[in-house]
């Protein structure tokens, strides 16, 4: 059974920095374009930053040049490094293939930005 494990988010001020991790069980997400995905409350889910099984990355206009997507194969791991954070970064991430065929959402890690 594929499971996805978010973790690393909190509580942070205004352009401080997080470092998020998504570990799998039940499957090798090395084969796999992923991407971390946030939701913000009212608001759809959206992608906000890709890597592809080569390490090709892109990123949501809204995040680019402050958030890094990095995959560590070896650990079945992907990471998404957050820095100047700002209040509107704030949501549930998540992360998943970047298909249309989607492994079973976790449960996602909380990232609120506030002073």
């Known amino acids: 059974q594929v499971q996805l494990v978010e973790s690393g988010g909190g509580l942070v001020q205004p352009g401080g920095s997080l470092r998020l991790s998504c570990a799998a069980s039940?499957?090798?997400?090395?084969?796999?374009?992923m991407g971390w995905y946030r939701q913000a409350p009212g608001k759809q889910r959206e992608l906000v930053a890709r890597?592809?099984?080569?390490?090709?990355?892109n990123y949501a206009d809204s995040v680019k040049g402050r958030f890094t997507i990095s995959r560590d194969n070896a650990k079945n791991t992907v990471y998404l490094q957050m820095i100047s954070l700002k209040p509107e970064d704030t949501a549930v991430y998540y992360c998943?293939?970047?298909?249309?065929?989607?492994?079973?959402w976790g449960q996602g890690t909380q990232v609120t930005v506030s002073s």
């Open positions: 890597i592809t099984s080569g390490g090709s990355t």
């Open positions: 039940g499957s090798t997400l090395r084969i796999y374009a």
């Open positions: 998943n293939k970047d298909s249309i065929t989607r492994l079973p």
